[in-house]
């Protein structure tokens, strides 16, 4: 038996290469702007991501049932994402185009982590 990454570890490193590159190309090719409204976009959706699927995980397999944690990493999730809105509007000036640019490297990194993913389901048999 090998120890084969499961689609959302697959998912997660398609996703921050998406994220990275695509703020990497935007810095070089657009300017100092869209490579962080672009950035801003993608910590922006994996705050969101990233605590969406650990409160799954923790409703669908509750080792001890913790009400207190669920409610904190919902709110923590806000928070966090209230912070990142009021930065972007306070600090910076973020090009709006760019930041919805940013969130959407969700789908180019769903695509390639399902062309990459190989889970044969005779091979788990």
Known sequence: ????????QVFYRQFIYCGFAGSLLAL?????RPGY????????????LFCWDRITA???????????????????????LGGLFYAMIRLFVVSW?????????????????LLFF???PKASE
């Open 28 to 32: 070089i090719f657009a300017g100092v």
């Open 97 to 113: 185009g760019w930041y919805a640019a940013g969130v959407s490297t969700l789908l180019p990194a769903l695509l390639l982590a």
């Open 118 to 120: 190989d889970e044969d």
């Open 37 to 48: 409204s672009i950035f801003l976009g993608f910590i922006s959706i994996g705050i969101i």
């Open 1 to 8: 038996m090998t120890n084969k990454p499961d689609f959302l």
């Open 58 to 80: 923790r409703t669908l397999r509750p080792r001890q049932a913790s009400l207190m944690w669920e409610t904190l990493m919902v709110f923590l999730r806000y928070i966090l």
